[in-house]
């Protein structure tokens, strides 16, 4: 979902207790500045549930009193969706090497090292993120700081 608000002090904590005060579950959130004064900021949250329960939380949304716009992008059209993520490998020898190997192979661009380390930035789709996580698991992986996704809708539609 992406919501568009006031950016004012509290906002975010109405929109976090109307999740929180109903038992929904928030698995990303981010929030930013998106006009020139400040004025107004996006919240973009990932969240689940039926059909149904997603028209409920859209709806309670649109009801909060700084809140513009609500739109559930994937329900509304083609939108672009992106996370960027910080990974720290730690290893040596051949793991060394078949970390950077993979980390070629999805684009994940190295913006730290050591004898003994790796920091990779990656960004893109959840999915990608994840699946290069998985295999930096037996390689050493051992950290892992997310942005949460952020998304716009394709085209010529403004939410």
């Known amino acids: 979902m992406s919501v568009l608000v006031e950016n004012e002090a509290g906002?975010?904590?109405?929109?976090?207790?109307?999740?929180?005060?109903?038992?929904?579950?928030?698995?990303s959130l981010t929030v930013a500045p998106v006009e020139d004064g400040r004025?107004?900021?996006?919240?973009?949250?990932?969240?689940?549930?039926?059909e149904m329960v997603i028209e409920q939380i859209k709806a309670q949304l649109d009801r909060l009193v700084p809140v513009h716009r609500v739109a559930d992008l994937t329900r509304e059209g083609p939108h672009i969706a992106r996370e960027m993520a910080l990974i720290k490998v730690i290893g040596s020898?051949?793991?060394r090497a078949e970390a950077l190997r993979l980390a070629d192979a999805f684009r994940a661009r190295v913006v730290d090292a050591t004898t003994e380390s790796f920091i990779f930035e990656m960004t893109g789709s959840t999915d990608k993120l994840d699946a290069f996580v998985d295999l930096m698991r037996p390689l050493g992986l051992a950290e892992?700081?997310?942005?949460?996704?952020?998304?716009i809708a394709r085209g010529t539609r403004i939410i």
């Open 11 to 27: 906002v975010l904590a109405r929109v976090i207790g109307l999740f929180s005060g109903r038992g929904y579950n928030i698995d």
């Open 39 to 50: 004025n107004r900021s996006r919240i973009n949250i990932v969240t689940s549930g039926t």
């Open 144 to 151: 892992v700081s997310r942005t949460g996704v952020a998304a």
């Open 93 to 95: 020898g051949n793991n």
